[in-house]
Structure formats: structure tokens, C-alpha cells
């Protein structure tokens, strides 16, 4: 081997030119994965990083509310009192079905079939704009009974980690129904696939984060505290009928 | 098979005509660029600007410190300008530095054209800048509102009962921006390095400094979420009165300093491995030798990213964490100065038996190697935690980390620049100016650093604006003020070598110290596109192997030790070369070049940027409010902020990246 430093032709120019962002089909990588699916992996991997730290401060300060008020400072309400697991099991439910959705949405764009892509696509924006629709419900509920932000810790580390959990919810919607618009003007084809795969990827992620954060938010058991630090005359919980009936009074 | 070392004299073989576009000169083609050369150049040129207005700093700092009782700066003004200097030099200075190698040198050491995403490149950039500039405009508000808690930023200090001013918000909305600013940069590094490498070069023939940029990108991503969650807590208390950090809410100062530090000790490695790089692209090319230990030097670099995950707590030994956490962590500290070791033996290893030339680029990383050695050293110590306890607040500890960061990164980061020069400008800097330059700031730097272990461990605490007559301390204060003023005027003497050899540095060519790297086989400076055809690396040292064989593979051989045959700063471009000849010389680059298809200029990435600055600026001026929370206001400058952010995202997405 003599000759140690050779060169290629780059045939075509475009193979190696950097920056082509729809050229995902045509240039190939030292790698093999495509630039914007292997930078979302990175991507989530920091994500990782940032769920990570809030939800290492959510068990940090679990069940220091109730710590606080046993030596009789702070205030309630408490999680034990507030926390509606079969509620939230059904928005888990809704949000676990959208990747199924997002999944068959790639399938279809896959294969070349352009309105199963588009109607799977429209279904899980719809499931994830149905995901959010119970967290505001949940919020306002916990808000009714006299949980804010500044009431006790679990106020601060619940609304911040399901917050920013809602804010990648809500970032995927927009991010889903901006690809729908493009596919609806025609945009998004069989050999743009990769740009609904990159978007399924965070997706699917978002999901996952859900998974961990419904076992240690809902699904390990608090403290018990009784009623103690309800709001005063605080209905324990409003009813969702009730919650539709005003919020469709507020449109009709 | 042509040679890649001059691929100017190619002949017109393009099979595709042209697409090069034209280039708009002067300021818009700076604003809208996304070459990676020029975002270099830009990142370059802006972190010297704030290394220097970081300087500045210092040397009011040391003013202030040159005798007892002085009173020319009040503690108020004191604690600002330490906080700005520690924020300004590790954010503003250090960091984007090492970035801008990473810009202009790491994709052209892996032999590609740009970057993966090179609009991404250009958002990152100008997020930098304005994070910078909302640090540093806090000025213009008054000294009570430039932030003054520290570059650590410890709750509850920053709490807003305890600091009811904007200083903190400025402090934390520009951290915020400049986390962003690395986070996405370091995203189209790792995407870059592992996707577009030349054709044959594997990962571990990748040089040192691409790895070190690589792993170095690895850590800021997997760092930087930690400070980010801990700023949002704090913007949440300090704006909405959550009680994260509050004691009496039931939340934990402690907390802080756990997000904060399990960031920041990642951190000092993202300071300090791309120096480690740099030293180890310099090492081999000034010792006729390549570098020692290749492979181990590599898993050195990554044992040290991965082990500076779990050393955090080392910084908080007098907190109170108990026995059981400090052995731990004081165990894993310990453990770091093994790989560490490891590869400061290598590059001893590297110049044992070479012929060393100490150009001012060996130089300063030789002073590199000594001086981190220092510092690593009392590094050590601080991991004894019964030492550490006695060490900590003190001047001892502020002349470690100025050993490991002016030793070690700057020296480091200032030898690149000596040893990168010629390849951005086509000339070399001034030498013998250089070596001046060295030696004033080693000396200046020693006299500065040195002095302040004597005084930490006569108990001089750090971060006070002033001590008494008669505490000890007066004699060596003065030394080291003296040895700062040195210091800052060996800084002037770089930024005078770079300016002056812009125009009466010696021109030379492709590679004039006949480096083994790829970044040296384009011209001096590389056209646009950086190489007609994309190089094949069939080799760790490509030029060297493609120069004197490849048998230097066994690192017994004495095959290009002895050959080296240049003189430091000769040029291979006939230096009477008259400016006609050479531009008509790129003219014909330019159309040899009309083959390869680059992609357009783009303005949407400053948009994009200036959207989130007008957003962090909204919440800090206080017209027109719209909503008051805590010490800031979102006015409607805040409004405008964020629909030109998601303005600018849209266009960005929807703009076809070439046509």
C-alpha cells in the first residue's frame, strides 16, 4: 500500500455536499443512518438527561408536602387527595394508541399510500391534542381544589414535570400537524418518509417519558392525609361531564 | 490517482457544470453565511473579543487586590465583576473558542465539506452572540442589576429575597440561550463527525482532535439538561414564587448545587479536552513523530468524559454530605487522575526520541503540558476532602482552577491558534514575536497563579473585594497583580501578532509545518467547498504515510522522523507570488470548483436567533409590561420575540436548503 492518500471523484457533486435537507434518499453516510434521524437520537438522548433531572427532583421532594405539613408549616392539598388514577389511565391510554397511529402513519407513507399516511397522521394529532385536552382538565381540577405552584411542593414539582412533559406533547402536536398540512399540499411523499420517521421517533419518545412518569407520579401510593387542606367547600373533584358541560357553555 | 496535497492544480475534470453561487460580499454575507469556515472565523473572533473583555475584568479585580484597604472598587461592584469574569471567560471566552475550531478545523480534518446541518451551525453561532450580549448588556442597567452571585450561582443567594434585582435574570436568561447555543452545536458536531467522514477513515483513524471534539460534544449534551432544568427552577422561584430552592417552602438549596455541579464538572472537561486535542495535534507534528499511544490516548479521553459524570459532589465535600458520599466521591476524583495520567505520559511518549522544533505552537503546548500538570496536581489534592476542607473558598483553590484553565485550555487553545493560523489566513504568524509572546505569558501567567497557593493556604478567602493591613497577604498580592498585569499585556501581544500578520505574515502554502493531518492536504486558506475531491484515507497520519511511506506505522521506525525536511514557515507557494498571480490563481479554484454543489446562504437562522433574543430582552426591559412576574416583565418586546422565533423556524423549515 503505497499509495495511502487517494482520492474519488464526487461523481455528481451532491453526494457529499452538506445541507441538502431532501436529499435523504440519495446521499449516504460514513455511518449509514440518516443525518436528521441519527441528530434526533442524540437529541433524545439530552432529553433523557432533562426528564431525567426533573423527575429525579419529583422524587427528591415526594411526600415532602406532607413532611412539611405534619410539622405543622405549609399547606394541602396532597396528592393522595387529588391524584385520579383511573382518569389518567385513560389519557395514558389515549397517548400509548397514538404511537400505535404514528406507527401505521410511516407504514403507509412507506408504502406509497399517501391518504392511509394522511388519516393515520390527522388520528394521532388528534390522540395527542385528546392527551393534552385531559391534562388541562387534570390541572384545573387540582387548581379548583386549591393546588397551584406555590402551594407545596407537590404543587411545584407536579405542575413543572407534567408541565414541560405537556410543553414535548404540545411541541409534537404543532410538529404532526404541520407534516399533515405539507402532505395535504403534497409535500410529503413515499421518499419523504424519513422526515415523518425523524418525527415519529420524538414521538414515540414523549410516550415513553409518559410511561415512567404515570408510575411515579400516579401509580406509587402516597401518603394517606385524609381531607385535611382541601379547599375550604372544595368539591372532591369535578365531574368530567361537568367540566364538558362548561366548556362547551363557554362556545355555545 | 491524483494527489490530494494540492488540489488546485487539478485540471478541469468536473463532470457536473457549475452551481457555486454567487457570493454576496461584505456584511450580509457574514449575517447570512453558513460555511462552517466563516461561522469559525465568526466564533473566533467574537470569544477573543470576550476573552478580552473578560480580561478587563481581571485586571479590576487585581487593581482592586494590590494593597490592603483599598478602596477604588466597592464590594458591590467587586462581586460583579468576579461573577462576570468566571461567567464571561468559561461561556463567552474558553467554550466558543474551542468551538470555533471545531468549525474551521475538525470538518476539514475528516475531509468533508460542511457540516451536516450548516444552518443549524449559523443559529448556534448567533445564539452565542446574544447570549453574550444579554450578559453583558446588564451593565448598561446600572451595577445593581449586572449579576454578582458568582458564576456558580449558589441558592438561595439567588434567591429573589436575597437578590430582588434583575442581575440574576439577566445572569439566567443568558445561560439559558448560550445552553441552547452549545446544545445544538454539539448535536451537528457528533451528527457531522459520525456521518461525513472521508471515505476510509474509521473511527479510530480519526485525529486526537476530532475525538476530543466528538467526546467533548458527547458531554455538553448529556451536561447541559442538568443546568437547564436547575435555571428553570430557579426562573420558577425566582417568577412565580415556587419554592424549589426555599427552605421554608419545604424545597433545598442543595438542590442547586447537586443540578448544578453534576453539570459543571462535565463542564471543566468540555473546557479542557479540546485543548487536549489541540496539544495532541501539535506534539507529533513539532516532534517528526506520530502520537504516542494512539488508541490508548483515545480511551483515556473517554474514560475521562464518562468517570467526570460521577465526581460531581467533590465541589460541595463541605456541605455535609456525610462520610460515606465524600469517600465515594473523593474515591472517583482520585480516579480521573488515571486516564488523565495517561495522557500526559503520551504526549511525553510522542517527543521522546523526536527532533522537537519549538515553533510557538510547541511551545505554548509544551507550557500547556507543564502548567496543567500543576494544576492537575493540586487537583488531587482537592479530592482529599480532610485538605479540601481547609482548601475550599480559598486562594488555593482559585490557583488550581486558573492552572487547569489558563495552563491547560488557553495555552492550549492559544497554540492552536499559532498552529491553525496559516491554514485560515495563508500566512504564519509572526515567530520570533510569538516566542516573545510565550514566554511573557508564561512568566506572567506563573507570577499571577503561582503566588495565590501561598496565599490560599495562609487562609486569604476568595470572592473578597478586599483585606486588611497587616494579614500577611500584602507582599505576594502584589506579585501576583504585577504578574496579571503581565499577563494581560501578553494577551495584547497576541491579539497585536494576529492582527499584524494578517498583513505581513509570511505567506505560505498548504501545509508549512508539514502536519500529518487531512486539514492540511487543501489550500491555505481552503476554497469554499474545502476539497475538489473528496480525499480517501487509507491512514491515521494520511500525509505523512502518503509522503514517507507508510512503515512509521510501527512507532519504533524512524520513517518520517528523518525526512522531515522543511523549515518552519518556508512555503511551498513561491513567496514573491505577486497578488495578481494569486488571484487569479483562486479565480481558477472558483471555477474548478463550479462542479460541486454547495448549499445557499440563509438569513432565517438569524432570524430565528433574533426572535429569542428580542424574547430574553422582552422579559428584562420593563416597557411596555404586559405581565409583571417577580423582578421581570414580559412586555411586548417579549411578544415580538417569540412570534419572530417561530417566524424564523417556519421560514427556516419550509426554505429549501439548496435549489
Redesign the interface.
Known amino acids: 500500500m503505497t499509495q495511502a492518500v487517494e482520492v474519488v471523484h464526487a461523481s455528481g457533486g451532491a453526494g457529499h455536499a452538506a445541507g441538502h435537507g431532501g436529499d435523504d434518499h440519495t446521499s449516504h453516510t460514513a455511518t449509514g443512518i440518516n443525518h436528521r434521524k441519527l441528530a434526533m437520537w442524540l437529541f433524545l438522548a439530552s432529553d433523557c438527561m432533562f426528564f431525567g433531572s426533573l423527575i429525579a427532583t419529583y422524587m427528591i421532594y415526594r411526600g415532602r408536602a406532607e413532611e412539611v405539613f405534619r410539622e405543622g408549616a405549609g399547606a394541602g392539598p396532597f396528592p393522595s387527595q387529588l391524584i385520579d388514577i383511573p382518569f389518567t389511565s385513560v389519557s395514558a391510554f389515549v397517548l400509548l394508541m397514538s404511537s400505535l397511529t404514528m406507527v401505521l402513519s410511516l407504514a403507509a407513507l412507506q408504502k406509497n399510500n399517501l391518504r392511509g399516511s394522511r388519516i393515520w397522521l390527522a388520528a394521532t394529532a388528534i390522540l395527542g391534542a385528546t392527551f393534552l385536552g385531559g391534562q388541562y382538565f387534570e390541572f384545573t381540577e387540582f387548581y379548583h381544589e386549591g393546588l397551584s405552584l406555590q402551594t407545596n411542593m407537590f404543587g411545584a414539582t407536579f405542575f413543572t414535570l407534567t408541565g414541560f412533559h405537556g410543553l414535548h406533547v404540545a411541541i409534537g402536536v404543532i410538529w404532526l400537524l404541520t407534516l399533515l398540512y405539507v402532505s395535504l399540499r403534497g409535500g410529503l411523499k413515499q421518499k419523504d418518509a424519513m422526515s415523518l420517521e425523524v418525527a415519529g421517533l420524538y414521538w414515540h419518545f414523549v410516550d415513553i417519558v409518559w410511561i415512567i412518569i404515570f408510575t411515579l407520579v400516579y401509580l406509587v401510593p402516597y401518603e394517606e392525609m385524609g381531607t385535611e387542606g382541601l379547599e375550604e367547600g372544595g368539591e372532591h373533584g369535578m365531574r368530567l361531564i361537568e367540566f364538558g358541560r362548561n366548556a362547551l357553555g363557554t362556545f355555545f | ?5 494540492q488540489p488546485h492544480v487539478q485540471s478541469h ?4 457544470q457549475p ?1 457555486v453561487h454567487k457570493q454576496r460580499s461584505g456584511l450580509w454575507d457574514w449575517l447570512t453565511t ?1 460555511d462552517h469556515k466563516k461561522i469559525g472565523i465568526l466564533y473566533g473572533v467574537t470569544a477573543i473579543l470576550f476573552l478580552m473583555i473578560g480580561g478587563l475584568e481581571a485586571m479590576l479585580i487585581r487593581t482592586q487586590l494590590v494593597a490592603a484597604d483599598n478602596t477604588l472598587i466597592e464590594a458591590n461592584t467587586y462581586n460583579a465583576l468576579f461573577t462576570m469574569h468566571g461567567t464571561t471567560m468559561i461561556f463567552l471566552g474558553v467554550m466558543p473558542l474551542s468551538v470555533a475550531f471545531w468549525n474551521y478545523i475538525m470538518v476539514l480534518q475528516i475531509g ?8 443549524l451551525n449559523a443559529f448556534s453561532y448567533w445564539l452565542f452572540l446574544f447570549g453574550g450580549i444579554i450578559l453583558n448588556m446588564s451593565w448598561f442597567f446600572g451595577v445593581n442589576e449586572v449579576p454578582n452571585q458568582g458564576w456558580y450561582g449558589y441558592a438561595p443567594l439567588t434567591e429573589e429575597a436575597w437578590s430582588p434585582t434583575r442581575a440574576v435574570d439577566f445572569w439566567i436568561l443568558s445561560l439559558q440561550i448560550l445552553g441552547i447555543a452549545s ?1 445544538l452545536g454539539a ?2 458536531f ?2 457531522t463527525i ?4 472521508a ?1 476510509g ?1 474509521s473511527l479510530m483513524r480519526m485525529p486526537m482532535f476530532t475525538w476530543t471534539t466528538l467526546i467533548t460534544s458527547i458531554l455538553l ?6 443546568i ?3 435555571l ?2 430557579l426562573m ?1 422561584d425566582r417568577w ?5 430552592y426555599a427552605p ?5 438549596p442543595l ?1 442547586w448545587q447537586h ?1 448544578f455541579w ?1 453539570f459543571g464538572h462535565p463542564e471543566v472537561y468540555i473546557l479542557i479536552l479540546p485543548a487536549f486535542g489541540v496539544v495532541s495535534e501539535i506534539v507529533p507534528t513539532f516532534s517528526r513523530k506520530p502520537l504516542f499511544g494512539y488508541s490508548v490516548m483515545v480511551y483515556a479521553t473517554a474514560a475521562i468524559a464518562f468517570l467526570g459524570f460521577g465526581v460531581w459532589a467533590h465541589h460541595m465535600f463541605t456541605t455535609g454530605l456525610g462520610p460515606t458520599a465524600n469517600s465515594v466521591f473523593a474515591a472517583t476524583t482520585m480516579t480521573i487522575a488515571i486516564p488523565t495520567g495517561v495522557k500526559i505520559f503520551n504526549w511525553l511518549g510522542t517527543m521522546t526520541f523526536g527532533q522537537i522544533k519549538f515553533t510557538t505552537p510547541m511551545l505554548f503546548a509544551v507550557g500547556m503540558i507543564s502548567q496543567f500538570t500543576i494544576g492537575g496536581i493540586s487537583g488531587v489534592m482537592h479530592a482529599v476532602v480532610p485538605l479540601d476542607v481547609h482548601h475550599n473558598d480559598s486562594y488555593f483553590v482559585i490557583a488550581h482552577f486558573h492552572y487547569v484553565l489558563f495552563g491547560g485550555s488557553l495555552f492550549g487553545l492559544i497554540a492552536g491558534i499559532y498552529y491553525w493560523y496559516p491554514k485560515v489566513t495563508g500566512r504564519v504568524m509572526n515567530e520570533s514575536f510569538g516566542k516573545w509572546n510565550f514566554w511573557i505569558m508564561f512568566t506572567g501567567f506563573n507570577l499571577t497563579f503561582f503566588p495565590m497557593h501561598f496565599l490560599g493556604l495562609q487562609g486569604m478567602p476568595r470572592r473578597y473585594y478586599s483585606y486588611g493591613e497587616g494579614s500577611g497577604w500584602e507582599f505576594w498580592n502584589v506579585v501576583v497583580s504585577f504578574g496579571a498585569f503581565l499577563l494581560g499585556f501578553s494577551m495584547l501581544m497576541l491579539l497585536f501578532n494576529i492582527g499584524q500578520s494578517l498583513r505581513t505574515g509570511k505567506r505560505v502554502g498548504a501545509n508549512p509545518w508539514d502536519a500529518p493531518t487531512l486539514e492540511w ?1 487543501t489550500t491555505s486558506p481552503p476554497p469554499v ?1 474545502n476539497f475538489r ?7 491515521r497520519d ?2 505523512w ?2 509522503k514517507y ?2 512503515d512509521h506505522e510501527d512507532e519504533d521506525s524512524e520513517v518520517g522522523i528523518t525526512i522531515a525536511g522543511q523549515e518552519v514557515g518556508t512555503a511551498d507557494v513561491p513567496d514573491d507570488k505577486d497578488k495578481e498571480a494569486l488571484r487569479l490563481q483562486q479565480a481558477e479554484e472558483e471555477d474548478a470548483g463550479h ?5 445557499n446562504p440563509s438569513y432565517y437562522p438569524l432570524i430565528a436567533a433574533l426572535g429569542m433574543f428580542l424574547l430574553a430582552v422582552g422579559m428584562l426591559i420593563d416597557f411596555p409590561t404586559l405581565v409583571a412576574l417577580g423582578p421581570v416583565d414580559f412586555s411586548i418586546v417579549a411578544v415580538l420575540g417569540l412570534v419572530t422565533l417561530i417566524g424564523g423556524i ?1 421560514g427556516w ?1 419550509f426554505e ?3 435549489d
Do not use: C, K, W
Request: hydrophobic share 60%; charged share 10%.
Open positions: 490517482m491524483a494527489s490530494i496535497a475534470q468536473a463532470t457536473v452551481v453558513i468533508a465539506r460542511d457540516v451536516a446541518f450548516p444552518r446544545m448535536f451537528n457528533i451528527v459520525l456521518n461525513m467522514r471515505p477513515m449534551i448529556m451536561a447541559f439538561p442538568a437547564t432544568i436547575a428553570v427552577f420558577m412565580v414564587g415556587t419554592g424549589f421554608a417552602a419545604g424545597g433545598d438542590l443540578l453534576v492536504a467547498y475531491e473528496i480525499p480517501q484515507v487509507a491512514h494520511p500525509l504515510a502518503e511511506g507508510t462542479g460541486i454543489h454547495m448549499p417556519f423549515s429549501p436548503a439548496s
